[in-house]
């Protein structure tokens, strides 16, 4: 991430590979646990979750460890006054609540 330019751009596009990550954890496999933690997310985070599309996924196969450490790199580099940036601590709840 040193490299890169625009890192708000690049932390908004990897917020949606997280949401990708999630939604397929939460929406696609169906367990007890993840349906348990999807009923006591914020409504907004379940819409944004339904609309992300799973199936661009290379690798479903990501441990949630990872995807937390994802996740937390995402808002460090998202200024607070973004559009995503309460979707993005949401998401930090989430993978919290997953671990």
Do not use: F
């Amino acid at each position: 991430i040193l490299e890169v330019e625009d890192k708000e751009l690049l932390a908004s596009q990897l917020l949606v590979l997280v949401g990708q990550r999630l939604a397929y954890a939460l929406l696609h496999t169906q367990t007890k646990e993840g349906m348990e933690l999807l009923a006591r997310l914020p409504p907004t985070l379940c819409t944004w979750l339904k609309a992300m599309d799973p199936q661009d996924l290379k690798n479903v196969e990501v441990s949630i460890t990872t995807t937390a450490k994802l996740v937390n790199k995402v808002i460090e580099h998202l200024p607070e006054n973004h559009g995503q940036y309460s979707i993005a601590l949401h998401l930090i709840e989430a993978v919290e609540g997953m671990s």
